[in-house]
């Protein structure tokens, strides 16, 4: 009966370990991809709400025209405050889901994310309120947004 015994712990010590070490280093990767699912979808969640807000505010014209002409003063506040709020969400995304050497999903993710943030460079007015709108904000996002503006300045 000893030996018995001695067996089963050399069986668990040679099979078991292992395997469970195994299971515990795929369940903490797909709790690792569960939470960039998350952080995701919540950043697209805070895009289409911005969207909203663009939609709520017809007279500015943020989703029709590549700058809002002849605005009012209150307009223009209003104008300046959403660009805020839009940075804001740009830098959120850029320092959860951005980094170097981006492979598959992850780099998917980023390019979904940077082809927004061009879409907004290419307005004008945002592109001229940007240097006030990134002061105070991470230094490599500010470049990097700068270097996407940049490419629609002429």
Same mark, same amino acid.
């Given at each position: 009966m000893?030996?018995?015994? =001695?067996?089963?712990?050399?069986?668990? %010590?040679?099979?078991?370990?292992?395997? #469970?070490?195994?299971?515990?280093?795929?369940e903490?990767?797909? =709790?690792?991809?569960? &939470?960039?699912?998350?952080?995701? =979808?919540r950043?697209?969640?805070n895009?289409? &709400?911005?969207?909203?807000?663009?939609?709520?505010?017809?007279?500015?014209?943020?989703?029709?025209q590549?700058? %809002?002409?002849?605005?009012?003063?209150?307009?223009?506040?209003r104008?300046? #405050?959403?660009? #805020?709020?839009?940075? $804001?969400?740009?830098?959120? #995304?850029?320092?959860?889901?951005f =980094?170097?050497n981006?492979?598959?999903?992850e780099?998917?993710?980023?390019?979904?994310?940077?082809?927004?943030?061009?879409?907004w460079?290419?307005?004008?007015?945002f592109?001229?309120s940007?240097?006030?709108?990134?002061?105070?904000?991470?230094?490599?996002? $500010?470049?990097?947004i700068k270097?996407? $503006?940049?490419?629609? $300045?002429?």
């Amino acid at each position: 009966m000893l030996e018995i015994w =001695e067996l089963l712990s050399y069986v668990v %010590t040679v099979i078991g370990l292992p395997l #469970a070490i195994v299971v515990y280093l795929v369940e903490k990767r797909q =709790e690792r991809l569960n &939470d960039e699912d998350d952080v995701y =979808e919540r950043l697209s969640r805070n895009y289409q &709400d911005f969207l909203q807000l663009a939609l709520d505010n017809p007279d500015l014209k943020l989703l029709s025209q590549s700058h %809002t002409p002849n605005l009012n003063p209150d307009q223009e506040e209003r104008i300046q #405050a959403i660009f #805020a709020m839009l940075i $804001a969400l740009f830098e959120r #995304a850029y320092l959860l889901l951005f =980094e170097d050497n981006l492979k598959g999903k992850e780099l998917r993710r980023w390019r979904s994310w940077e082809d927004f943030m061009q879409e907004w460079c290419e307005r004008e007015d945002f592109r001229n309120s940007l240097p006030g709108l990134i002061r105070g904000e991470d230094p490599e996002f $500010a470049d990097y947004i700068k270097g996407l $503006a940049e490419k629609f $300045a002429s």
